[in-house]
């Protein structure tokens, strides 16, 4: 027992005198679990929502904010999706995005039309594309679907997208939680995948751009940058729902919780002050854009505004990306990146 | 110290027996670990030839102008090509007992190099997948003879690969044949950017070195891109393909060709595929242990099977896993972010260890000596 007192003192301690573990260890633990726990819980209540909504014991609106805060919950938990979500094609399960020829729609509506009364085994048998919360989100706000006047028809679907959800996350944090699971990855050294805590704050800051770089994308695609600048609106992420912004905000929200954790080990302040007012900015125009994006990027009069945000969302991204990875001597992408 | 023929001659002579011993024999031969030989960055972004032993002590680190891709050996020569990554123009011959850089190889006019190319075992030519820009996307194999008088290299005809977009290519057992895994991606000028991915025609060529076809097969999937492939002591032929259509698709990401039957896919089971994200990178076959290693760099995944049941001996997490090959016991894999590492495989149960070699910026294949 003594010996095993010493042994974790001089881990704790050794774990304390190397703030980059110690950041990691707090990083897995206070931010990554919880947020794939967040995740989780916002699935259970998307279930409970759905079945009540189904049975006729909620209006409308409440299964509506059952899903906004799933939306919530997964879009803040992208830059933050190390490990198992991130593997296996777990997270084309959870939204479909970019949709470019509507699949979404035309798959959900050929599922139904094959199976009347769809079943779990009939849903898990299907495409990625009708299993998540674009599907959901295209029955519940989509006019074509016209839900109110069809519960039947889509409440199998609507169900079975709800348990879904909540197995794929029950299955996640199960991963993370188990034994050598991916909470222990990241806070005991080495293991089968990090020599040391560098490389799996490597590993979290990676995910993190990442997660910086698609909000890029999901702010580009719409304004036409993909397109000659011809706006597609409806390349919007959740366009149906017209949650686009909050969903960015709640993105955003995550990548600034990794950095909150990783400023302590930045000794340059003008990089901190940098990366401090980029988030910033960042957030301030997210939170002034005055409509819907896909009705902002359909009026040029709002391309300056939009313009500008991207920009912020550039120098962010190359912030974190070269001088923050170069401060902390982490190297963020190469063959995995730029293959060939 | 400037490296003459006289030296390089007597040094071939010397260890041209042993080389046939296997990829490592050069230097265990002499009492030394395995020579890696590889391109790599610095995290200024300057390029590199380098060759390190496994116990990592350094061998060289030669800086190179463009950024290299795969490193073939002269078959008994310490020489070996560093070959220009697509679309280089630019291949290095280095010496590989001092790094001493050779010569910069040049593409010829509306050519550009792939990445990959082999000695022939006579040690007097050398065949490199290559992309006729002039008539975009024509894959040729590009025939260069080496000067033995002034040790360069020679342009000397080219060959078509009978398919667009060439990418690795080997020697089956004979010698004489080589197979190519014809990506069909078609790349224009200087440009990465694929301009077909609707109308690709990937196929796995088998052809002797003058050009004749001998054999051409393809895979079902017309998007499934096939790129690299390792070649067994039995004349086993194992391919990895990267995928260009929708990500969630299961497609067969590893496929095999055993003498004298159809080329097709590896059994991999699907969780395993899911993991690599649709693309494949290095392949490497242990001969004496009959096992197959590939890296998943986009997956951060890497495996070993048994080369003939297909059970598999190693899946694991390994950050931007890139270049992989059989050194004694093993594996050794590289990685673009991570540490590289071990694979001991004297025992089913296989066992890992880190190497103690520089961390991260290797590129995607390596060679060893």
């Given at each position: 027992?003594q010996?095993l007192i010493?042994?974790?003192?001089?881990l704790?301690?050794?774990?304390?005198?190397?703030p980059?573990?110690e950041v990691?260890?707090?990083?897995?633990n206070?931010?990554?679990?919880?947020?794939?726990?967040?995740w989780?819980s916002?699935?259970?209540?998307?279930?409970?929502?759905?079945?009540?909504?189904?049975s006729?014991?909620?209006?409308?609106?409440?299964?509506?904010?059952?899903?906004?805060?799933?939306?919530?919950?997964?879009?803040r938990?992208?830059?933050?999706?190390?490990?198992?979500?991130?593997?296996?094609?777990?997270?084309?399960?959870?939204?479909?995005?970019p949709?470019?020829?509507n699949?979404?729609?035309?798959?959900?509506?050929?599922?139904?039309?094959e199976?009347?009364?769809l079943?779990?085994?009939?849903?898990?048998?299907?495409?990625?594309?009708?299993q998540?919360l674009?599907?959901?989100?295209?029955?519940?706000?989509?006019?074509q679907?016209?839900?109110?006047?069809?519960?039947?028809?889509?409440?199998?679907?609507?169900?079975?997208?709800?348990?879904?959800?909540?197995?794929?996350?029950?299955e996640?944090?199960?991963?993370?939680?188990?034994?050598?699971?991916?909470?222990?990855?990241?806070?005991?050294?080495?293991?089968?995948?990090?020599a040391?805590?560098?490389?799996a704050?490597?590993g979290?800051?990676?995910?993190?751009?990442?997660?910086?770089?698609?909000?890029?994308?999901?702010?580009?695609?719409p304004?036409?940058r993909?397109?000659?600048?011809?706006?597609?609106?409806?390349?919007?992420e959740?366009?149906?729902s017209?949650?686009?912004?909050?969903?960015?905000?709640?993105?955003?929200?995550?990548?600034?919780?990794?950095?909150?954790?990783?400023?302590?080990?930045?000794?340059?302040?003008?990089?901190?002050?940098?990366?401090?007012?980029?988030?910033?900015?960042?957030?301030?125009?997210?939170?002034?854009?005055?409509?819907?994006?896909?009705?902002?990027?359909?009026d040029?009069?709002?391309?300056?505004?939009l313009?500008?945000?991207?920009?912020?969302l550039?120098?962010?991204?190359?912030?974190?990306?070269?001088?923050?990875?170069?401060?902390?001597?982490?190297?963020?992408?190469?063959?995995?990146?730029?293959?060939? | 110290?400037?490296?003459?023929?006289?030296?390089?001659?007597?040094?071939?002579?010397?260890?041209?027996?042993a080389?046939?011993?296997?990829?490592?024999?050069?230097w265990?031969?002499?009492?030394?670990?395995?020579?890696?030989?590889?391109?790599?960055?610095?995290?200024?972004?300057?390029?590199?030839?380098?060759?390190y032993?496994?116990?990592?002590?350094?061998?060289?680190?030669?800086?190179?102008?463009?950024?290299?891709?795969?490193?073939?050996?002269?078959?008994?020569?310490?020489?070996?090509?560093?070959?220009?990554?697509?679309p280089s123009?630019?291949?290095?011959l280095?010496?590989?007992?001092?790094?001493?850089?050779?010569?910069?190889?040049?593409s010829?006019s509306q050519?550009?190099?792939?990445?990959?190319?082999?000695?022939?075992?006579?040690?007097?030519?050398l065949?490199?997948?290559e992309n006729?820009?002039?008539e975009?996307?024509?894959?040729?194999?590009?025939?260069?003879?080496?000067?033995?008088?002034?040790?360069?290299?020679?342009?000397?005809?080219?060959?078509?690969?009978?398919?667009?977009?060439?990418?690795?290519?080997?020697?089956?057992?004979?010698?004489e044949?080589?197979?190519?895994?014809?990506?069909?991606?078609?790349?224009?000028?200087?440009?990465?950017?694929?301009?077909?991915?609707?109308?690709?025609?990937p196929?796995?060529?088998?052809?002797?070195?003058?050009?004749?076809?001998?054999?051409k097969?393809?895979?079902p999937?017309?998007?499934?891109?096939?790129?690299?492939?390792?070649?067994a002591a039995?004349?086993?032929?194992?391919?990895?393909?990267?995928?260009?259509?929708?990500?969630?698709?299961?497609?067969?990401?590893?496929?095999?060709?055993?003498?004298?039957?159809?080329?097709?896919?590896?059994p991999?089971?699907t969780?395993?595929?899911?993991?690599?994200?649709q693309?494949?990178?290095?392949?490497?076959?242990?001969?004496?242990?009959?096992?197959?290693?590939?890296?998943a760099?986009?997956?951060?995944?890497?495996?070993i099977?048994?080369?003939?049941?297909?059970?598999?001996?190693?899946?694991?997490?390994?950050?931007?896993?890139a270049?992989?090959?059989a050194?004694?016991?093993g594996f050794?894999?590289?990685?673009?972010q991570?540490?590289?590492?071990?694979?001991?495989?004297?025992?089913?149960e296989?066992?890992?260890?880190?190497?103690?070699?520089?961390?991260?910026?290797?590129?995607?294949?390596?060679?060893?000596?």
């Amino acid at each position: 027992m003594q010996r095993l007192i010493v042994l974790i003192t001089t881990l704790m301690l050794a774990a304390c005198s190397n703030p980059r573990q110690e950041v990691t260890v707090q990083l897995a633990n206070q931010v990554l679990l919880p947020a794939h726990q967040q995740w989780q819980s916002r699935n259970a209540a998307l279930l409970d929502s759905t079945r009540a909504w189904c049975s006729g014991d909620q209006p409308l609106a409440s299964l509506e904010q059952a899903f906004h805060q799933t939306q919530s919950a997964w879009s803040r938990l992208q830059p933050l999706m190390v490990g198992p979500l991130s593997e296996g094609n777990r997270s084309w399960q959870v939204q479909f995005w970019p949709d470019k020829r509507n699949m979404v729609a035309r798959q959900t509506e050929d599922l139904l039309n094959e199976f009347a009364d769809l079943t779990q085994p009939q849903l898990e048998g299907a495409s990625v594309v009708v299993q998540g919360l674009t599907a959901f989100e295209y029955v519940l706000f989509d006019e074509q679907a016209a839900l109110t006047d069809n519960r039947g028809r889509y409440c199998p679907l609507l169900t079975g997208i709800a348990r879904h959800q909540l197995t794929l996350s029950n299955e996640v944090v199960g991963l993370w939680q188990q034994p050598d699971g991916m909470l222990e990855t990241l806070t005991s050294f080495p293991n089968g995948r990090y020599a040391n805590a560098d490389k799996a704050l490597g590993g979290i800051l990676r995910v993190q751009v990442t997660g910086v770089d698609t909000l890029k994308k999901k702010l580009g695609t719409p304004m036409g940058r993909l397109n000659s600048g011809v706006p597609q609106p409806y390349q919007a992420e959740a366009w149906r729902s017209r949650h686009s912004t909050e969903n960015l905000l709640a993105s955003l929200t995550g990548a600034q919780a990794v950095w909150e954790r990783v400023r302590s080990l930045v000794g340059d302040a003008k990089l901190v002050g940098d990366i401090d007012a980029a988030y910033k900015s960042v957030r301030d125009k997210l939170a002034a854009l005055p409509a819907p994006l896909m009705n902002m990027v359909e009026d040029k009069a709002n391309q300056p505004q939009l313009q500008s945000l991207y920009a912020d969302l550039d120098a962010l991204e190359n912030l974190q990306q070269t001088d923050l990875a170069r401060h902390l001597g982490i190297q963020i992408g190469f063959n995995a990146n730029d293959g060939d | 110290m400037s490296l003459t023929r006289r030296q390089l001659l007597g040094v071939g002579a010397a260890v041209a027996g042993a080389a046939t011993l296997g990829g490592w024999a050069l230097w265990s031969g002499r009492g030394q670990s395995p020579l890696l030989l590889s391109a790599r960055n610095d995290d200024a972004g300057q390029h590199y030839a380098v060759g390190y032993f496994l116990d990592g002590r350094r061998a060289f680190a030669t800086p190179v102008a463009e950024r290299c891709h795969d490193v073939c050996r002269h078959p008994f020569l310490p020489l070996a090509l560093f070959v220009g990554r697509r679309p280089s123009r630019e291949s290095y011959l280095v010496d590989l007992r001092d790094g001493t850089l050779v010569q910069a190889l040049h593409s010829q006019s509306q050519r550009h190099f792939y990445g990959h190319a082999v000695f022939h075992r006579s040690g007097q030519w050398l065949y490199a997948t290559e992309n006729d820009t002039g008539e975009a996307g024509r894959g040729v194999v590009g025939r260069y003879r080496l000067d033995s008088q002034r040790l360069q290299l020679i342009h000397d005809g080219e060959v078509s690969s009978h398919g667009v977009g060439p990418h690795q290519l080997a020697w089956l057992p004979d010698g004489e044949s080589l197979v190519i895994g014809n990506g069909g991606i078609r790349t224009e000028g200087g440009s990465r950017e694929a301009m077909n991915l609707d109308t690709m025609a990937p196929s796995l060529v088998v052809m002797d070195r003058h050009g004749e076809r001998i054999s051409k097969e393809t895979l079902p999937q017309s998007q499934n891109s096939i790129r690299h492939l390792a070649v067994a002591a039995d004349g086993t032929v194992i391919t990895g393909q990267q995928y260009h259509g929708a990500p969630w698709d299961s497609v067969p990401l590893l496929a095999i060709k055993r003498p004298g039957e159809a080329y097709q896919p590896f059994p991999v089971a699907t969780s395993q595929l899911a993991m690599m994200k649709q693309y494949t990178a290095s392949i490497a076959i242990h001969n004496e242990k009959r096992l197959v290693a590939m890296t998943a760099p986009r997956g951060n995944r890497f495996f070993i099977w048994d080369l003939d049941s297909a059970a598999t001996l190693v899946d694991a997490a390994m950050p931007d896993c890139a270049g992989v090959g059989a050194v004694p016991g093993g594996f050794a894999v590289t990685s673009g972010q991570g540490k590289c590492r071990y694979f001991d495989c004297r025992s089913r149960e296989v066992t890992s260890r880190w190497l103690e070699l520089p961390d991260a910026w290797w590129d995607n294949h390596l060679g060893l000596a």
